[in-house]
Each structure stands twice: as structure tokens, then as C-alpha cells.
């Protein structure tokens, strides 16, 4: 009788389809069984009646990324995925963002470099496409594709960083022709720096006021434009950091008219509000992002659109600048004006806890949509479908043993990343990662880091798995 590698036993295993009950065998870092009773194993690991998952994959996170103005991310590869190992996330997609008449491919290379010898967790990269003169888009983008990088981020905001819509179009086009999914960062720029400028003249510039320059507004015309050049390019687009419900009114809108859009949220937007920027002092900038926070009634059309099939994905967004750092959020001082204030929240450990209890724990959506939006709707839009995302005879033994009744009290302190404070402190979360497994090695046992540095395999990305996003709630919907 052939012996296992590992057998994790008892388990009540969750797809994005199904909740049953079995044992899991696993061979040369593969699922290789799914059944009652397998048989022999060099380990078990008891489940003892516990949920198991396919691990997570955080398909929006910033690690090493370079800034300018000697502004710097806190994590880098290592303490970045260290962090997302920890919360349950087995696979990272952060990236390479090219420089304005710099190569993409530059960036690309840059990027390796940044992350060799440090990921304990498997990773790919996007590409962020800043500059897109001919030669990026006839011959560099291409090449790319077809190099496993099947995926590109555009900004329609940021000065460094925004493409005017002939450029987004042009980008669109490249998208379609070569099979990759755009991400598109949707918020008018131009209404954004009319409004800033009304607020500095006026003399309001404390954090508070960030989210008076990037009103709901300016995020739904954006979303509405990029709908728009999607349906004109013939391409499927994914609009990403949602925040409110104007922005989901015009992503239902064109789901219903049969435009191929994708939709991704993140947790800032379901558990904070602008409120959380309108406290005494400077503390107001350690949630400064965007799109800001908005209200409550945005957090509910947020949550009803995960249950309703509107959103696909849920990420963290981790863009970790410490607080008390001159290269951080403080990089001009404690009391710089919202505008010099870089944007961006940690959270890259406290993904999933956070949408699995107040989620699946609160009854606002199912298990299986839980993991459809975390791990299996990823890896299909992102091209790592079926290797990743799922548990099934033949994927990557990715696998995580939750502790859903386990409280936890988030603090600072008992997290991994290298940011100084985490927007969620004091937050009651119920459930939390207990054992995490990338490709059958066990990563972190009950809050313990087992893996070694440079582990973590880079991979190619093939064309996304785009026909039929898996979101299942009780008036599931999918566009």
C-alpha cells in the first residue's frame, strides 16, 4: 500500500462549490486523494471537525515596491508574505510597477531582484503600466504575456502614475489581443485636483479632508469610463478597491447589460468609515487611501454585493507605510497636509480573519463564498486556476486548518508585518488560521513560522480562466 507524505485527517473541507467532509492525502506537495479512511501517511495532522480551505491568495498587496520622494514601503518580501503566511495566505500577486521612460521589463527584472532569497509563500507579479509608448505596447507587453505576466494595472489618478484614456484604451487593446486581464485603479483625477485644491485654499488640509477630495463622485465616473472603454475594446476589465455604492451601482449596471466586468473589494471598506480619518491629531492619516473609507451605507451595499455575486475578489490592498517613520506616513512631518501624506493601509495578515468572522461568522455570506472570493475566483482571474484556489486531486496541497471558534482580540503587537500600527486594533475577530500548508509543507503551526526564506516558488501566470467566475450566495449572480 502506498504511503502518504501527509494525510490531514477529520477535515470538513470547503470549496467554492461544496462543504463536505473528508480526509485529504497529499504526495509530493500535491492533493492526491480526496476520501474517508485513506490510508497510511509519514504525518496526519487531526482536523478534528475543523474547516479547511484552500489557501488564500492576495492578488492586490504592495511589497518592496519602489516609491518616490524617499517615501518607503515597510515590508519587503520576506516580512511580507511572512505576515500573509500567518493570516491563512498561501499565494501573493504584488507589482511590478514600471517607472515613466523606464522599460516595463526593466521593472520586471527589478522586481526578481527585489524578491530573491526572501518569499516563504508562492508569488507572481502584475504589472503596472505607467508609461505605455509604442515600443511598450507593440513589443515589450507581448513578450510579457507570453512570459506568464497576464496581467497589467492602470491608474486613472496619481500624476506619476495616470494614463489618459487613449493611453488606457491603447492598454485595452493589448489586453485583448494577448488574453490578459487590466485592473483599473478608477477615480477621476482631474475632479480629484479641482477639489484639492477648493480644500487648500480654504485651509483644509487635516486627514479628515482626503476623503472630501476623493468624494463617491469621482470614483463612479471613474468606474462608469472604464466600463465604458471595456465595452468599446471588446475586453473583461476588473475594477478594483471598490468603496461605495455609487461606484457598485455602475459595475450591477454593466454586469446586467452583459460587459465583462469584475469587481474587487478589500476589508478597509467593509469594517472602516471616513469617520476613522476624524480623530484628534494626526492619527486621522494612518488610514489615509484610496479611494477613502466612506459610510455605513457603503459598507452595507459593499456586503451585499459580495453576497449577490457583483464582487469576485477580496483583497487586502497592503501598502504598509509606518506611522512613526520619517519615510513613512510622516515622511514631511506630523502635521503635512492630507496631499503629502502617502496612501495606504496594512493589512495583509488580517484579510481573512476579518471577512471570515464578520462574513461567514455574521451570516452576511456563505462559506464556499467566502473561499470563491479568496482563493478560487483569484487564481481563475489571475491564470493560476486549477493549480491554485481550490482543494481537489491534482492542485497544490495550499491548505489551511481554521480555528472558527477561536477568539481573537487583533493588536500590533501579535502581527507579523513591519508596519507599526494596523488600522484594526482592538477589533473582536472569531476564527483564525491554526496550521497553513503551501504546497504540502507546513508553513505556521499554531502561530509558529516553520518555513525558511526563498521558498516560495515564483509562477507564470497563464490567461486568465475568465468564463465562468465562481460566486455562490443565496441570490448569487455572476456576470
Same mark, same amino acid.
Given at each position: 500500500?502506498?504511503?502518504?507524505?501527509?494525510?490531514?485527517?477529520?477535515?470538513?473541507? =470547503?470549496?467554492?462549490?461544496?462543504?463536505?467532509?473528508?480526509?485529504?492525502?497529499?504526495?509530493?506537495?500535491?492533493?492526491?486523494?480526496?476520501?474517508?479512511?485513506?490510508?497510511?501517511? !509519514?504525518?496526519?495532522? $487531526?482536523? &478534528?471537525?475543523?474547516?479547511?480551505?484552500?489557501?488564500?491568495? $492576495?492578488?492586490?498587496?504592495?511589497?518592496?515596491?519602489?516609491?518616490?520622494?524617499?517615501?518607503?514601503?515597510?515590508?519587503?518580501?520576506?516580512?511580507?508574505?511572512?505576515?500573509?503566511?500567518?493570516?491563512?495566505?498561501?499565494?501573493?500577486?504584488?507589482?511590478?510597477?514600471? #517607472?515613466?521612460?523606464?522599460?516595463?521589463? /526593466?521593472?520586471?527584472?527589478?522586481?526578481?531582484?527585489? /524578491? &530573491?532569497?526572501?518569499?516563504?509563500?508562492?508569488?507572481?507579479?502584475?504589472?503596472?503600466?505607467?508609461?505605455?509608448?509604442?515600443?511598450?505596447?507593440?513589443?515589450?507587453?507581448? +513578450?510579457?504575456?507570453?512570459?506568464?505576466?497576464?496581467?497589467?494595472?492602470?491608474?486613472?489618478?496619481?500624476?506619476?502614475?495616470?494614463? $489618459?484614456?487613449?493611453?488606457?484604451?491603447?492598454?485595452?487593446?493589448?489586453?485583448?489581443?494577448?488574453? /490578459?486581464?487590466?485592473?483599473?485603479?478608477?477615480?477621476?483625477?482631474?475632479?480629484?485636483?479641482?477639489?484639492?485644491?477648493?480644500?487648500?485654499? /480654504?485651509?483644509?488640509? =487635516?486627514?479628515?479632508?482626503?476623503?472630501?477630495?476623493?468624494?463617491?463622485?469621482?470614483?463612479?465616473?471613474?468606474?462608469?469610463?472604464?466600463?465604458?472603454?471595456?465595452?468599446?475594446?471588446?475586453?473583461?476589465? @476588473?475594477? !478594483?478597491?471598490?468603496?461605495?455604492?455609487?461606484?457598485?451601482?455602475?459595475?450591477?449596471?454593466?454586469?446586467?447589460?452583459?460587459?465583462? #466586468?469584475?469587481?474587487?473589494?478589500?476589508?478597509?471598506?467593509?469594517?472602516?468609515?471616513?469617520?476613522?480619518?476624524?480623530?484628534?491629531?494626526?492619527?486621522?492619516?494612518?488610514?489615509?487611501?484610496?479611494?477613502?473609507?466612506?459610510?455605513?451605507?457603503?459598507?452595507?451595499?459593499?456586503?451585499?454585493?459580495?453576497?449577490?455575486?457583483?464582487?469576485?475578489? !477580496?483583497?487586502?490592498?497592503?501598502?504598509?507605510?509606518?506611522?512613526?517613520?520619517?519615510?513613512?506616513?510622516?515622511?514631511?512631518?506630523? $502635521?503635512?497636509?492630507?496631499?503629502?501624506?502617502?496612501?495606504?493601509?496594512?493589512? #495583509?495578515?488580517?484579510?481573512?480573519?476579518? @471577512?471570515?468572522?464578520?462574513?461567514?461568522?455574521?451570516?452576511?455570506?456563505?462559506? %464556499?463564498?467566502?473561499?470563491?472570493?479568496? +482563493?478560487?475566483?483569484? =487564481?481563475?482571474?489571475?491564470?493560476?486556476?486549477?493549480?491554485?484556489?481550490?482543494?481537489?486531486?491534482? =492542485?497544490?496541497?495550499?491548505?489551511? #486548518?481554521?480555528?472558527?471558534?477561536?477568539?481573537?482580540?487583533?493588536?500590533?503587537?501579535?502581527?507579523?508585518?513591519?508596519?507599526?500600527? %494596523?488600522?484594526?486594533?482592538?477589533?473582536?475577530?472569531?476564527?483564525?488560521?491554526?496550521?497553513? @500548508?503551501?504546497?504540502?509543507?507546513?508553513?505556521?503551526?499554531?502561530?509558529?513560522?516553520?518555513?525558511?526564506?526563498?521558498?516560495?516558488?515564483?509562477?507564470?501566470?497563464?490567461?486568465? &480562466?475568465?468564463?465562468?467566475? %465562481?460566486?455562490?450566495?443565496?441570490?448569487?449572480?455572476?456576470?
Amino acid at each position: 500500500m502506498s504511503v502518504f507524505d501527509m494525510v490531514i485527517r477529520n477535515a470538513v473541507v =470547503a470549496t467554492a462549490a461544496d462543504v463536505f467532509e473528508a480526509d485529504i492525502g497529499i504526495t509530493g506537495g500535491i492533493v492526491t486523494a480526496l476520501g474517508r479512511d485513506l490510508g497510511p501517511a !509519514v504525518r496526519d495532522i $487531526d482536523a &478534528a471537525g475543523r474547516y479547511v480551505l484552500p489557501g488564500g491568495i $492576495d492578488t492586490h498587496c504592495h511589497l518592496d515596491q519602489p516609491m518616490q520622494d524617499g517615501v518607503r514601503l515597510a515590508d519587503d518580501f520576506l516580512s511580507g508574505t511572512i505576515s500573509a503566511a500567518h493570516g491563512g495566505t498561501t499565494t501573493v500577486v504584488p507589482f511590478a510597477c514600471q #517607472i515613466q521612460r523606464q522599460s516595463v521589463t /526593466a521593472a520586471v527584472e527589478d522586481y526578481h531582484r527585489r /524578491a &530573491a532569497g526572501k518569499p516563504v509563500i508562492d508569488y507572481a507579479f502584475h504589472l503596472i503600466i505607467s508609461d505605455p509608448t509604442a515600443v511598450v505596447l507593440r513589443e515589450e507587453l507581448p +513578450a510579457l504575456i507570453g512570459q506568464g505576466y497576464t496581467s497589467f494595472k492602470i491608474y486613472m489618478t496619481y500624476e506619476s502614475l495616470r494614463l $489618459d484614456d487613449r493611453q488606457i484604451i491603447a492598454v485595452l487593446a493589448v489586453a485583448r489581443s494577448g488574453g /490578459a486581464m487590466v485592473m483599473v485603479h478608477a477615480e477621476n483625477s482631474d475632479c480629484i485636483t479641482w477639489l484639492t485644491t477648493q480644500l487648500e485654499q /480654504a485651509g483644509q488640509t =487635516a486627514p479628515f479632508y482626503h476623503s472630501r477630495s476623493r468624494p463617491p463622485a469621482v470614483e463612479r465616473e471613474g468606474a462608469h469610463r472604464a466600463i465604458t472603454m471595456s465595452e468599446i475594446v471588446d475586453v473583461p476589465i @476588473l475594477i !478594483v478597491h471598490v468603496s461605495g455604492a455609487e461606484a457598485v451601482e455602475q459595475i450591477r449596471w454593466a454586469q446586467g447589460r452583459g460587459i465583462r #466586468i469584475y469587481a474587487e473589494t478589500c476589508p478597509q471598506y467593509l469594517l472602516l468609515t471616513a469617520e476613522h480619518l476624524d480623530v484628534p491629531g494626526f492619527e486621522g492619516a494612518k488610514v489615509i487611501c484610496s479611494p477613502p473609507p466612506r459610510d455605513v451605507a457603503s459598507q452595507q451595499a459593499i456586503w451585499n454585493g459580495l453576497a449577490t455575486g457583483v464582487f469576485h475578489v !477580496v483583497s487586502s490592498d497592503h501598502s504598509p507605510f509606518r506611522f512613526e517613520d520619517p519615510a513613512g506616513k510622516k515622511r514631511y512631518g506630523s $502635521d503635512a497636509p492630507f496631499t503629502k501624506v502617502p496612501n495606504g493601509v496594512p493589512g #495583509i495578515e488580517t484579510r481573512l480573519p476579518l @471577512l471570515f468572522s464578520e462574513g461567514v461568522g455574521k451570516d452576511r455570506i456563505e462559506l %464556499t463564498t467566502f473561499v470563491a472570493l479568496t +482563493a478560487t475566483n483569484p =487564481a481563475k482571474l489571475y491564470g493560476l486556476y486549477p493549480r491554485k484556489g481550490t482543494i481537489a486531486v491534482g =492542485a497544490d496541497a495550499d491548505i489551511v #486548518i481554521w480555528d472558527h471558534t477561536r477568539d481573537v482580540t487583533i493588536s500590533n503587537r501579535m502581527l507579523h508585518h513591519r508596519c507599526d500600527y %494596523t488600522p484594526y486594533e482592538g477589533m473582536q475577530v472569531r476564527g483564525w488560521p491554526a496550521v497553513v @500548508l503551501s504546497r504540502g509543507d507546513v508553513v505556521v503551526e499554531e502561530g509558529k513560522l516553520l518555513a525558511e526564506p526563498g521558498r516560495g516558488h515564483f509562477l507564470r501566470c497563464a490567461p486568465p &480562466a475568465l468564463a465562468r467566475p %465562481t460566486v455562490r450566495g443565496s441570490r448569487s449572480t455572476s456576470p
